[in-house]
């Protein structure tokens, strides 16, 4: 669940079900957590798995200091980071994402975990993502391939020269 | 293990470093083996996937250093397999570049005029040839368009690809499924194999020690071939001349290694890196101001929304590659493709009230991707990247099975490569925001610090022992019988696409590889053609490589 509210930080989504408490429901459709983060951070090829349970520790300290500093109240039926409204989740992920940040490597590698989950779908093979509807490929407008699963475009070009070559063009076709 | 192997010459990588050596001295009649601690893939099995576990993480390398990131090959072949296969020739200037010290960079026996004829071999074997303005793709066209309408030039990029099988799939990070990107898969790795070279996959060298009769023996292990992480097995090889070219990420952490074996290296061993200058700024183009201000528009009346389709760079503009200009502010502007994942995680939403680089207006900004066009900054950098400590294994501690890895790069842009950068975005700007056709930002360098898809510079030959860790020759100083032939013997950015100029060199090394391998009883002839037969490239040379046959 807290991972869950992370990667949804990362790139949000639509709340799953009404009382959806990761998902902060502050976009129309589906985030990273319906792409898949949690398959991508769990996935063994990643080599993130062994460290999410500590992960999600250490996120729910960070944000019970972040809670405490700003005066929030946390909610103690679910976890501390669960507990924080998105803009408020968003300014944690901005502290612990910083250049200053002693951690920071670790909480980048979850966003970008998260990311790849969202745009490329990374813990599906690409084609049966397309055929079940991943929201992130559908979000980007990721082109279907060709019936044997591989992508050509036969058409792709304006087919027109557009611009004048530099003067000092040699004959190979390189800077002089 | 009790004995080792041997062979006269050990190829350390088959990048194009390690691919051209090995052609030329297994064709001149050496026994050699090359390492590559990379797969072994072909054809078939590069894959359309973005799925962990395909070609596309299992040839590619990510490597995030403090203030530097660098992305490489990992494969048989190497660079050439996963890179855009464009091969401009670098600019006369370049060879001039003094750097921070003042002096050449270069060692003064090379120039532009002297390096052409070895380019031109290079050309000959893949075979590079330009780009026609009917085989742009939407994006380089787009992006020649926007040059021309802001008053300046845009070139069609010369390329080592088979137009006529390209299906501009865009996939090339991944490996070519379709043998259109003319990799060293398809030329001087099958000839060196055909001269009876052996290659071994998924070999990873560690360090080198020397033996009693003057040659090297080097310490390899045997990488697991999904988990990379994990070592099944490990040998020597004892050979009369070891040839580095590893990549300028690995490269110089080998050699770090090696120094307790070795002894004492040279102070440029794995200093004075180099990014290539290399930058990146994402353009999000107004589709409806693509057809009314430049008048484009696909078949079917789409403006562009194109950005998927195509093979990566194939504009670039070079109004900025100008020798009068001062050092550090000479680029190049080349149009982009990066897949979703590497090239969106780093885009920055213009005009954001809140972070740039995730949440919800970045997920907004994710819907128009396919309006993007990436430019790609090539500048003059400091030199300023230096290795750090060195890792128990390989030139990085992986975090995951494959590509992900934690390396000891330290990389703090100096005021003359942040002033080249600004230059070059403010440069973008000025071309693609022009009449609204887009809103551009750079890529922040927040999350992984600065990128290089080109790593340069790490073991770089010269002509001053100071700066420099290898001679005109490309030999290790003060080790004989080591050559270094990849990009880390490239001197300093190029403000191009370097695989050119790095094969070039590694062509123009070979006489001197040759010589010293005679020296040291190796029966071999300098003298192949390209790996396709082709002779007018290597007549051409004969007479600049039996002076250095005689040296």
Request: with cysteine; aromatic share 8%.
């Amino acid at each position: 669940m807290v991972l869950e509210a992370y990667a949804d930080t990362i790139l949000p989504g639509e709340k799953r079900w009404p009382g959806d408490r990761a998902v902060a429901g502050v976009s129309s459709d589906g985030g990273a957590v319906a792409a898949g983060a949690l398959l991508a951070l769990g996935s063994p090829e990643g080599g993130l798995a062994p460290a999410l349970d500590a992960l999600a520790d250490g996120l729910d300290e960070h944000a019970e200091e972040y809670a405490a500093e700003a005066g929030i109240e946390l909610d103690p039926e679910v976890p501390a980071f669960v507990s924080l409204d998105f803009p408020d989740r968003v300014r944690l992920v901005q502290r612990l994402t910083d250049p200053t940040h002693p951690e920071r490597e670790a909480w980048i590698s979850l966003a970008m975990f998260s990311v790849i989950a969202f745009d490329a779908a990374a813990h599906s093979h690409t084609v049966e993502a397309l055929d079940a509807g991943h929201v992130g490929l559908k979000i980007i407008g990721f082109r279907q391939p060709d019936s044997d699963g591989l992508w050509r475009f036969d058409t792709y070009s304006y087919g027109r020269q557009l611009a004048q070559p530099h003067p000092d063009t040699t004959a190979s076709g390189s800077p002089a | 293990m009790t004995s080792s192997e041997s062979t006269d010459v050990l190829v350390i990588g088959s990048g194009f470093g390690g691919a051209i050596t090995a052609y030329h001295l297994a064709a001149g009649g050496a026994r050699v083996v090359v390492l590559e601690r990379g797969p072994w893939l072909s054809g078939e099995e590069f894959e359309h996937d973005f799925k962990f576990g395909s070609s596309s993480t299992r040839v590619f390398d990510f490597v995030v250093g403090d203030g530097m990131s660098v992305l490489s090959g990992n494969c048989v072949g190497g660079g050439s397999v996963v890179y855009f296969a464009a091969m401009p020739r670098a600019p006369r200037f370049v060879f001039d570049r003094k750097g921070r010290f003042g002096h050449r960079m270069w060692p003064s026996a090379i120039s532009r005029g002297t390096l052409d004829p070895w380019y031109d071999r290079v050309a000959e074997a893949l075979p590079v040839s330009q780009t026609s303005w009917d085989t742009v793709p939407f994006s380089g066209g787009l992006f020649g368009a926007a040059c021309d309408h802001a008053g300046r030039t845009a070139n069609p990029v010369p390329v080592a690809l088979d137009q006529a099988k390209c299906t501009n799939c865009n996939w090339m990070m991944a490996g070519c499924r379709f043998d259109a990107k003319r990799s060293l898969l398809l030329n001087y790795l099958p000839a060196a194999l055909a001269h009876g070279a052996q290659i071994r996959p998924l070999h990873e060298v560690q360090y080198l020690s020397r033996t009693d009769d003057g040659g090297y023996r080097v310490h390899y292990t045997v990488l697991d071939d999904v988990d990379y992480r994990v070592e099944v097995d490990s040998g020597t090889i004892d050979a009369k001349i070891v040839i580095i070219a590893a990549g300028a990420g690995a490269t110089p952490v080998i050699l770090q290694r090696s120094e307790p074996t070795l002894g004492a290296m040279p102070h440029a061993v794995g200093r004075y890196f180099s990014g290539n200058g290399e930058r990146l700024n994402t353009a999000i183009f107004d589709e409806e101001r693509i057809r009314d201000v430049l008048g484009l528009s696909r078949p079917d009346g789409v403006p562009y929304e194109a950005y998927q389709i195509g093979k990566g760079p194939c504009v670039a503009s070079w109004d900025r590659l100008d020798g009068s200009l001062p050092e550090y502010e000479r680029f190049s502007l080349e149009q982009l493709y990066f897949p979703p994942g590497f090239g969106t995680i780093l885009a920055q939403v213009p005009d954001a009230v809140g972070p740039t680089w995730f949440g919800a207006e970045k997920k907004e900004l994710l819907r128009t991707w396919q309006s993007w066009l990436t430019v790609f900054t090539m500048s003059e950098d400091d030199n300023e990247g230096e290795f750090g400590a060195v890792p128990p294994s390989g030139n990085a501690v992986r975090l995951s099975q494959q590509m992900l890895a934690r390396g000891s790069l330290r990389y703090e842009p100096t005021e003359n490569t942040l002033r080249g950068w600004a230059l070059s975005d403010a440069e973008v700007r000025d071309i693609l925001e022009r009449d609204g056709l887009s809103r551009v930002m750079p890529w922040t360098n927040d999350v992984v610090g600065a990128y290089t898809v080109h790593p340069l510079a790490s073991c770089r030959i010269g002509d001053n022992p100071a700066t420099s860790a290898l001679d005109d020759r490309h030999e290790l100083r003060n080790h004989p019988g080591i050559f270094v032939t990849d990009g880390s013997a490239v001197p300093a950015g190029l403000t191009v696409n370097p695989a050119m100029t790095i094969a070039a060199l590694a062509e123009r090394a070979v006489p001197g590889i040759v010589a010293a391998a005679r020296a040291r009883g190796v029966d071999v002839r300098y003298g192949a053609p390209a790996p396709d037969g082709g002779t007018s490239s290597r007549d051409a040379v004969l007479p600049l490589a039996r002076s250095a046959l005689r040296q």
